[in-house]
């Protein structure tokens, strides 16, 4: 999962330790040990001076902002970097074209670039004790603050809300929505939650047949009406049934739709207007990388949506969307499927998630 992103965060370390440890050339060695020569205050500011030279009033070329060579050179003598914003300079752009190759959104990536380059910089030019460590803790907190967007705790939505709860999933067709709630019945079952499925796909032929089947294997009761209904009588029936019986969600199904197909889209309004869900679920592939993030802000502004399930994140490298999705809609990624088994999903969490992406191995 995500590999192909994880060996691209990989080089952007590799690139930042390559530009930032100093050259051979630099190292205390080789300078005439300025640290103790009491010959060297005397020395004309030549622009790599002692610190004594630059502090003198001809220190034109000793920018008190740019850390000289010697500085650089004492803090690698004492195990510690510095990193200077040219350093930066060509590994940031690396990165830039790493996170866009993958699918990450225009404006996540440079949200993503602009507080890697804050922290490694900071208010003035950090020593670090490794490279490596700055670059991790750089890019952790960078990704962390683009993905955890507008997380909440599901589980603890669900055991807070009045019941029935009511969830209503969309998306386009074929991204795996069905699947997804057969998932979570089996998710909510093993926390101790029952629930009723309702087949609010009327549109297209097989789909009663498609969701009776998972509704049969896991034992769940199902609700639907003939191709043709009503949606929003469906799963108004759905929460009906789940008053009448005790259930304590109800599982709504949708055909898969363009955003753009206005009749629809409607649909969706009259199933908010007619069942008021408590959630809405946008339901899209990670493997749609860019699609997936596109399609998910169209939807979110087309019908507000509160969260977001990822599937086939199994069989995604690029990782994009994961990245993206949260930022770009406000609204979180709740789960990521990984796999075709009822067992294949996963709460989605963003530590995790970067955690995984920084893992050396
Ligand atoms: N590898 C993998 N396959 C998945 C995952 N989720 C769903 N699928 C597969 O994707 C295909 C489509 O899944 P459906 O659940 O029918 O998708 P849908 O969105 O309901 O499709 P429509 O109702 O036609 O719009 C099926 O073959 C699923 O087994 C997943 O997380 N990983
Ligand atoms: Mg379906």
Redesign the pocket.
């Known amino acids: 999962m995500f590999d192909g992103l994880k060996d691209k965060l990989s080089g952007f370390r590799e690139d930042v330790e390559e530009s930032a440890e100093p050259e051979e050339d630099a190292s205390p060695d080789d300078e005439a040990s300025p640290e103790s020569s009491a010959d060297a205050s005397d020395a004309p500011a030549d622009g790599a001076a002692t610190e004594a030279g630059a502090n003198e009033a001809d220190s034109d070329e000793t920018d008190a902002d740019e850390p000289s060579t010697f500085q650089r050179a004492k803090a690698f003598a004492t195990g510690r970097i510095i990193i200077e914003e040219e350093d930066l300079e060509e590994p940031l752009w690396n990165l830039e074209m790493a996170l866009l190759e993958s699918d990450v959104e225009m404006s996540v990536a440079e949200q993503i670039l602009d507080s890697v380059r804050e922290s490694m910089l900071g208010e003035s030019r950090k020593q670090v004790e490794t490279t490596g460590e700055l670059v991790e803790s750089a890019l952790h907190d960078a990704l962390l603050d683009v993905i955890a967007v507008g997380q909440f705790d599901f589980e603890q939505r669900i055991a807070e809300a009045d019941k029935p709860v009511t969830i209503v999933f969309t998306?386009?067709?074929?991204?795996?929505?069905?699947?997804?709630?057969?998932?979570l019945s089996e998710w909510l079952a093993d926390r101790g939650y029952s629930s009723v499925l309702a087949n609010g796909?009327t549109y297209?032929a097989g789909?009663n047949e498609?969701i009776r089947e998972h509704a049969d294997r896991l034992g769940r009761d199902l609700i639907s009406h003939d191709q043709g209904g009503d949606p929003a009588a469906v799963i108004y029936d759905g929460v009906e049934y789940a008053e009448a019986n005790d259930v304590d969600v109800v599982l709504g199904?949708t055909?898969?739709r363009l955003h753009t197909s206005d009749d629809l889209m409607a649909q969706l309004e009259k199933i908010d207007r007619v069942v008021d869900p408590d959630m809405t679920l946008f339901?899209d592939?990670a493997v749609a990388g860019q699609d997936a993030v596109n399609r998910a802000k169209e939807f979110n502004d087309a019908a507000a949506i509160d969260g977001a399930i990822l599937?086939?994140?199994?069989?995604d490298s690029s990782g994009g969307a994961a990245i993206s999705v949260a930022y770009v809609t406000g609204k979180p990624i709740l789960f990521?499927?990984?796999?075709?088994g009822y067992d294949?999903?996963t709460l989605f969490d963003p530590e995790d998630l970067v955690e995984s992406l920084l893992d050396e191995e």
């Not at 599937?311 to 069989?315: I, P």
């Not at 990521?336 to 075709?340: A, I, P, V």
């Open positions: 998306g386009v067709n074929g991204v795996g929505k069905t699947t997804s709630i057969a998932k796909d297209r789909a498609q199904d055909a898969g339901v592939e599937t086939k994140a199994d069989a990521l499927g990984t796999g075709q294949d999903i």
